[in-house]
């Protein structure tokens, strides 16, 4: 292995978005498999993570627009993301 084996940071991007929809799938199955208990309590509860508000509108006068921006994490998003950062590492 050489020093000189990088990777560009878009094919990192995209193998990390592809851990995202692993993650997302896996909690679709997750969700349909596991009965109501604590435990699909926990692998599906997720946080949002972003900037601005739900009906926050920014109004000028002139022009009015809405911004803003939502991550939503949890614990099936994050092992969906290790499992792209693994096959990252596998196939260098």
């Known amino acids: ?3 000189n084996n ?3 940071i878009w094919v990192v991007l995209i193998i990390l978005l592809f ?3 692993v993650g997302t799938a896996l909690s679709q ?6 009965p109501d208990s604590v435990v699909k309590q926990f692998f599906l509860q997720s946080t949002s993570i972003g900037w601005g508000e739900s009906n926050g509108w920014v109004d000028f006068n002139i ?3 809405k911004s803003g921006f939502y991550i939503d ?3 099936l998003s994050l092992i969906g993301m290790m499992i792209s ?5 596998y196939f260098r």
């Open 63 to 65: 022009i009015r627009f």
């Open 19 to 21: 851990g995202c929809i």
């Open 6 to 8: 990088k990777r560009s």
């Open 1 to 3: 292995m050489s020093i």
């Open 85 to 89: 950062w693994y096959f990252l590492r």
């Open 73 to 75: 994490i949890s614990v």
């Open 29 to 34: 199955l997750f969700s349909l498999i596991l």
